[in-house]
């Protein structure tokens, strides 16, 4: 399959800078890749969670819109690697994927929400 998205891999703080700069939140959807647990403990803000472990993973990604803007991101970097090659493989526009994950957003000090 010809794949027909674009990924392009930002640093943590080139991730801050998209988030800062692009204020209307229906332009764009993070998605955080990791565990349901996980993302309770700790997620960028707005993120949806959608766990790559998930059988259902691939049926949950083909129930978004191909046309906007994706950050994704796991802990570090294995799971947003493969997950951006398979949707840039379904049709996906643009993917953003993270460097370095949440481990890396959290060592460059930058806003995480948790769940009380």
């Given amino acids: 399959m010809d ?3 674009i990924i392009n891999n930002f640093t943590p703080n080139e991730i801050n ?7 209307n939140i229906k332009d764009y959807m993070i998605i ?5 647990a996980n993302c309770r403990k700790n997620r960028l803000s707005n ?13 949950e990604l083909e129930k978004l819109d191909k046309n906007r803007v994706y950050l994704i991101y796991c802990s570090w970097d294995a799971k ?6 398979m949707m840039a493989d ?3 526009a643009k993917i953003i994927r993270m ?11 930058f806003l995480l929400e948790h769940d009380e």
């Fill in 32 to 36: 955080d890749l990791r565990s349901p």
């Fill in 17 to 23: 800078d998209y988030i800062q700069t692009n204020h």
């Fill in 3 to 5: 794949r027909e998205g």
């Fill in 80 to 85: 947003s690697d493969i997950a951006s090659e």
């Fill in 99 to 109: 460097i370095g994950g949440i481990s890396a957003w959290h060592k460059d000090d």
């Fill in 47 to 59: 993120a949806l969670n959608i766990n790559y472990n998930d059988e259902n993973f691939e049926i």
């Fill in 90 to 92: 379904l049709g996906f």
